[in-house]
């Protein structure tokens, strides 16, 4: 790809697709999404009409086909993430996968291994990382504000699928990858291993499931939930440049009413950092007792996008993303790797197991 390049953007997925990745990259200059695919055309024909996108493509591999798509965004259930992946891989296209990375380590292994022979760009969408405040924490953080890391928390809290009458769907069949663990626990997972630059070493889970039935959209018939709603996790961290003996926890609940919270909280030697989901970053020095605000630019939104943490961390890595296309190059600074999708993939299935069989898990 030379400089200059309009990036021909293939989506293939039609729901948070459509809130979010569509506004980012329409909003990108030097990018087209061309083609958009959904396992329910009348979808994609409905979010084609709504964003103006010329082609709505067959299903995902006439949209991997494409000669006008170089890069292939695959906001699908995790189930299908492997298949979808290595095809546009193989095709010698540039890879935006949504996270979780794959059902387990075994599949991030084999997409990771790929990536790597084709030589491509292939990212996770942690879109968190490109947050001002969160860059901004990670900076103050090995600049040893806080000194030595003792301990991190995780805290995610929302209601959207408390409601009893919420229709049974994707995310309710762990079959195809569904559950508070993958969705939320994987952007937890991601957070310490960037904030800390370290690994996860040992893990504990509790994982509960307390809407057991839903209705189904179709037939209005209750039918089973088989993935979890809640998600409890300690971790034990490698030791690092930035302390040793590190310990964390995430509280992550999907059914959980009351203030919707999304923060991450580093506490050190010297102090402690936290941000939250409205982005404010706040530093507490040792034996202060208080929280003091730093000053952040919270960054841009694109047009379209609703409010929120995950709308301005897509605005700026979209716009990395299309740049590093246009450059040609095969990396973008700071975000998440096939390779960190596939470290975090090991987390997640070691949280799995640790849950089955209650007893922390090491991280191999």
Known sequence: MTNGKTIGIGIVGAGFARTTQIPGFQNCPGARVVAITSRHRENAERVAQEFGIEHVAADWRELVERDDVDLVSVVTPPATHVEITLAALERGKAVLCEKPMAMNAGEAKQMNESAHAAGVLALIDHELRFLNSRQK???????????????????????????????????????MGGGTLGAIGSHAIDSFRWILGTEVSEVCCMLATHIAERPDKSTGQVRAVTTDDEAKLMFRFADSSLGKNATGTASLSVVESGKYENRLEVFGTKGALMVEENGELSHSPAGSGI?????????????????????????????????????????????????DGYRIQLVLDAARASNENGVWVRVE
Not at 150 to 160: K, P, V
Not at 316 to 338: E, H, M, P, W
């Open 291 to 339: 929280w003091k605000r730093v000053e952040v630019d919270q960054g841009s939104m694109a047009p379209g996008m609703r409010e929120g943490s995950w709308s301005r961390g897509f605005t700026a890595f979209s716009a990395a993303i299309v740049d590093a296309l246009q450059a040609g190059r095969k990396t973008v600074a700071g975000a998440a790797t096939f390779e």
């Open 137 to 175: 924490m990670r900076t103050m953080l090995h600049n040893g504000e806080i000194g030595s890391v003792r301990h991190c928390n995780y805290l995610f809290r929302s209601d959207y699928r408390g409601v009893l009458d919420r229709q049974w769907d994707w995310w309710s069949d762990a079959a």
